[in-house]
């Protein structure tokens, strides 16, 4: 069931994939305990009958993946004690996100082979998003890992299923191979690093950036530092449909513990990275320039949303053609799906770069003691309306109307700050001008509206609404949006936003 801070957040509510198995039927664990007596030991009911488990017991959440995979897969599984334990559920609404994205036709399909290739990164010894992709869909799949026990087990799970073991390769990864940051690539400061190649007779790739691109942009604040992601693991003359990644979220062991309410295990290696999971995920964007249409759709999980934001910021630097995003949901679980490409896109499209979506949010976070959220709505007022932009504010429910020209858009994106006294006079010498104004050119006029939910202590939750789908101006809609994020991060939180979405030292 969604968690109540989930409800009160208002408008449309991301909810599980529809064709996810569990959808309609969420697992039945009175049910599973009486099919599987290993499974009943750690199922018990509450006061009110319902049956549960203990998720904080870690050996409770590894048997209800292995009678899950068993019960509604049909296939056999196993971890050793310690290796992370994925939630089935919320990995197929991965593997479904991404069945969505090769079946859509924003690029357009060059396939010679019918049978869909992907490249698990990370797979682990759970082996899970081949074994899913390969029994629901018949996909391919290679799945790479650099620790011993992972690829074993890996191995392992793949053999004890005959009809998946010919879809399924399991690929080490030379763990001692160092992978250089892209400073280091973009000033040349290492003369034996112009091209890859291993014994395994990889990919060779030009490791020098393309002219045209500044990878330094990528990684002045968090480089990976790690064993190869997909550049040198990725053969000579190899080509997938998608690759996709679980990578790891936390910076150090410690920052993985602090969830007392879960228990799936995990090893440094799955859990943790230098720099957290943008320095990982942001290896896998310099890895896709690198190999840029070798894969139709590179993919990842995000785990958090100022991550998401920072990250498509970066896509868009390094000249992709498409990026999609989605949100992940199971019980009171979200993550999000971050999807690139490079393949030219099979129609135009103005403002690619634009978010299709009419509803768009960001977390304000670290919000400072003497800030409330009117505040923050007062401030959202004063930003817009210093472009000259109608600005109506509702202090009772916490919106603001918005109707802007493109005239007035153009100069909310060419403007970070604003005076405040220049705001008030444009504000009032717009309102007059309303009250004359036949609304003649209504589509060319952006409508939106904003509103300020209260989430925790020092979080709030702001979210625009497109009013007016028909405009021409609508594609305008989410880069007025992204600058009012920047601004009013810079101004309230602990820490500033840069203009790539990564943020400064906190402020004093």
């Given at each position: 069931m969604?968690?109540?801070?989930?409800?009160?957040?208002?408008?449309?509510?991301?909810?599980?994939?529809?064709?996810?198995?569990?959808?309609?039927?969420?697992?039945?664990?009175?049910?599973?305990?009486?099919?599987?007596?290993?499974?009943?030991?750690?199922?018990?009911?509450?006061?009110?009958g319902?049956?549960?488990?203990?998720?904080?017991d870690?050996?409770?959440?590894?048997e209800?993946?292995?009678?899950l995979?068993l019960?509604?897969?049909?296939?056999d599984?196993?971890?050793?004690?310690?290796?992370?334990?994925?939630t089935?559920?919320?990995?197929?609404?991965?593997?479904?996100w991404?069945?969505?994205l090769l079946?859509?036709?924003?690029?357009?399909?060059?396939?010679?082979d019918?049978?869909?290739k992907?490249?698990?990164?990370?797979?682990?010894?759970?082996?899970?998003?081949?074994?899913?992709?390969?029994s629901?869909?018949?996909?391919?799949?290679?799945g790479?890992?650099?620790?011993?026990?992972?690829?074993?087990?890996?191995n392992?799970?793949?053999?004890s299923?005959?009809p998946?073991?010919?879809?399924?390769?399991?690929?080490r990864?030379?763990s001692?191979?160092?992978?250089?940051d892209?400073k280091?690539?973009?000033?040349?400061?290492?003369?034996?690093?112009?091209?890859?190649?291993?014994?395994?007779?990889?990919?060779?790739?030009?490791?020098?950036p393309?002219?045209?691109?500044?990878?330094?942009?990528?990684?002045?604040?968090?480089?990976?530092?790690?064993?190869?992601?997909?550049v040198?693991?990725i053969?000579?003359?190899?080509?997938?449909?998608?690759?996709m990644?679980?990578?790891?979220?936390?910076e150090?062991?410690?920052e993985a513990?602090?969830?007392?309410?879960?228990?799936?295990?995990?090893?440094?290696?799955?859990?943790?990275?230098?720099g957290?999971?943008?320095?990982?995920?942001t290896?896998?964007?310099?890895?896709?320039?690198?190999?840029?249409?070798?894969?139709w759709?590179y993919?990842?999980?995000?785990?958090r949303?100022?991550?998401?934001?920072?990250?498509t910021s970066?896509?868009?630097?390094?000249?992709v053609?498409?990026?999609?995003?989605?949100?992940f949901?199971?019980?009171?679980?979200s993550?999000?799906?971050?999807a690139?490409?490079?393949?030219?896109?099979?129609r135009?499209?103005?403002?690619?770069?634009v978010?299709?979506?009419?509803?768009?949010?960001?977390?304000l976070?670290?919000?400072?003691?003497?800030?409330?959220?009117?505040?923050?709505?007062?401030s959202?007022?004063?930003?817009?309306?210093?472009?000259?932009?109608?600005?109506?504010?509702?202090?009772?429910?916490f919106?603001?109307?918005?109707?802007?020209?493109?005239?007035?858009?153009?100069?909310?994106?060419?403007?970070?700050?604003?005076?405040?006294?220049?705001a008030?006079?444009?504000?009032n010498?717009l309102?007059?001008?309303?009250?004359?104004?036949?609304?003649?050119?209504?589509?060319?006029v952006?409508?939106?509206r904003i509103?300020v939910?209260?989430q925790?202590?020092?979080t709030?939750?702001?979210?625009?609404?497109?009013q007016?789908?028909e405009?021409?101006?609508?594609?305008?809609?989410?880069l007025?949006f992204?600058?009012l994020?920047?601004?009013?991060?810079?101004?309230?939180?602990?820490?500033?936003?840069?203009?790539?979405?990564?943020?400064?030292?906190?402020?004093?």
């Amino acid at each position: 069931m969604p968690s109540k801070k989930k409800r009160k957040r208002g408008g449309e509510r991301p909810v599980i994939h529809p064709r996810n198995k569990y959808s309609e039927n969420p697992p039945d664990f009175g049910l599973l305990a009486s099919l599987h007596p290993s499974f009943e030991p750690y199922v018990f009911y509450s006061h009110d009958g319902r049956p549960k488990i203990d998720w904080t017991d870690f050996h409770a959440t590894r048997e209800l993946t292995r009678i899950l995979l068993l019960h509604d897969h049909g296939f056999d599984w196993w971890i050793p004690d310690g290796q992370l334990c994925p939630t089935v559920p919320n990995r197929l609404n991965y593997i479904h996100w991404i069945e969505d994205l090769l079946a859509s036709d924003l690029i357009p399909c060059t396939r010679a082979d019918s049978v869909v290739k992907g490249f698990d990164i990370g797979t682990g010894a759970n082996c899970i998003y081949p074994l899913l992709g390969a029994s629901l869909l018949g996909w391919t799949f290679v799945g790479s890992d650099v620790t011993d026990v992972a690829i074993e087990w890996a191995n392992r799970n793949v053999k004890s299923n005959p009809p998946m073991s010919e879809l399924i390769e399991i690929r080490r990864v030379d763990s001692e191979t160092k992978m250089f940051d892209a400073k280091e690539l973009q000033n040349g400061q290492k003369d034996n690093i112009n091209s890859f190649i291993d014994s395994n007779n990889t990919k060779r790739i030009d490791m020098r950036p393309p002219q045209s691109f500044s990878l330094s942009r990528l990684s002045e604040k968090k480089s990976y530092h790690g064993p190869p992601v997909l550049v040198g693991v990725i053969k000579d003359g190899e080509n997938f449909d998608f690759c996709m990644c679980n990578p790891p979220f936390f910076e150090t062991m410690e920052e993985a513990g602090l969830n007392p309410k879960t228990s799936c295990g995990g090893t440094p290696e799955e859990m943790v990275c230098p720099g957290g999971e943008e320095a990982f995920i942001t290896r896998i964007i310099e890895d896709s320039v690198q190999l840029k249409q070798t894969f139709w759709w590179y993919t990842s999980m995000v785990g958090r949303k100022s991550n998401l934001n920072t990250l498509t910021s970066k896509l868009w630097n390094v000249g992709v053609t498409i990026v999609k995003t989605t949100e992940f949901v199971q019980g009171r679980t979200s993550r999000w799906g971050l999807a690139w490409s490079f393949v030219p896109p099979s129609r135009k499209m103005i403002f690619s770069h634009v978010t299709e979506k009419n509803n768009l949010s960001f977390m304000l976070e670290g919000l400072q003691r003497q800030y409330s959220a009117f505040h923050v709505l007062q401030s959202v007022e004063s930003f817009l309306c210093s472009s000259g932009a109608s600005c109506k504010l509702n202090a009772a429910t916490f919106n603001i109307d918005i109707t802007a020209s493109k005239n007035h858009c153009d100069k909310i994106l060419k403007s970070e700050t604003q005076n405040k006294n220049e705001a008030a006079r444009c504000k009032n010498e717009l309102e007059r001008s309303n009250a004359s104004n036949d609304n003649n050119c209504q589509s060319d006029v952006l409508w939106f509206r904003i509103s300020v939910f209260q989430q925790i202590p020092g979080t709030l939750l702001v979210r625009a609404t497109l009013q007016q789908k028909e405009s021409s101006i609508s594609g305008l809609f989410s880069l007025i949006f992204q600058q009012l994020e920047l601004f009013l991060k810079n101004k309230f939180c602990t820490e500033r936003v840069l203009a790539d979405g990564s943020c400064s030292n906190p402020r004093r």
